[in-house]
T-cell receptor, first 110, second 116 residues
Framework: QKEVEQNSGPLSVPEGAIASLNCTYS??????FFWYRQYSGKSPELIMS????GDKEDGRFTAQLNKASQYVSLLIRDSQPSDSATYLC??????????FGTGTRLQVFP | DTGVSQDPRHKITKRGQNVTFRCDPI?????LYWYRQTLGQGPEFLTY????????KSRLLSDRFSAERPKGSFSTLEIQRTEQGDSAMYLC??????????????FGPGTRLTVL
């Protein structure tokens, strides 16, 4: 079992819709969770971090964490074509390094 | 406020050559990380420093790889006797560690290495 799992996609949504990206992790001691966006050929760019169970909202983005289910998600409201990218889920276990999933490719079509 | 910078941005080398990459972190950040990313995969941890101390190295890191952060500011990553399997994007990230879990890591633009 991979430590951090994401569906590779592509996830295709129409412009203006809600995109829902999911991530599961295996290490129960994980404390910190991050979503990064990565455009093709570029480096990861931080979107959000979340540390506590529940929802955290920042503009059009909402991160959701459920530690009991070992599940973290990212919702993107009012999706725009410029949101088309690969979204990486990253987790801190009991060390300070980040463990990444393989990413979900999101395509937003006009 | 400048972000993380990396140099060079691209490097093409022949198999068997040595290469060295440089990373300059965000100025007040005390932690510096190196990751490697291949096509279709997420970044994979290589090593990290707190100030000048190297605190962890990946078990997957070959002894051909070495990293330094001699004055606790910039870092270099050297790959000796490069192999085609070393072709990847090498990413540097930095963070401000304040003693608790979960530092937010900010990535540089990366160095894309191609080994012919």
């Amino acid at each position: 079992q991979k430590e951090v799992e994401q569906n590779s996609g592509p996830l295709s949504v129409p412009e203006g819709a809600i995109a829902s990206l999911n991530c599961t992790y295996s290490d129960r001691v994980s404390q910190s969770f991050f979503w990064y966006r990565q455009y093709s050929g570029k480096s990861p760019e931080l979107i959000m971090s979340i540390y506590s169970n529940g929802d955290k909202e920042d503009g059009r983005f909402t991160a959701q964490l459920n530690k009991a289910s070992q599940y973290v998600s990212l919702l993107i409201r009012d999706s725009q074509p410029s949101d088309s990218a690969t979204y990486l889920c990253a987790v801190n276990g009991n060390t300070d390094k980040l463990i990444f999933g393989t990413g979900t490719r999101l395509q937003v079509f006009p | 406020d400048t972000g993380v910078s990396q140099d060079p941005r691209h490097k093409i080398t022949k198999r068997g050559q040595n290469v060295t990459f440089r990373c300059d972190p965000i100025s007040e950040h005390n932690r510096l990380y190196w990751y490697r990313q291949t096509l279709g995969q997420g970044p994979e941890f290589l090593t990290y420093f707190q100030n000048e101390a190297q605190l962890e190295k990946s078990r997957l890191l070959s002894d051909r790889f070495s990293a330094e952060r001699p004055k606790g500011s910039f870092s270099t990553l050297e790959i000796q006797r490069t192999e085609q399997g070393d072709s990847a994007m090498y990413l540097c990230a930095s963070s401000l560690h304040s003693g608790s879990w979960g530092d937010t890591q900010y990535f540089g633009p990366g160095t894309r290495l191609t080994v012919l």
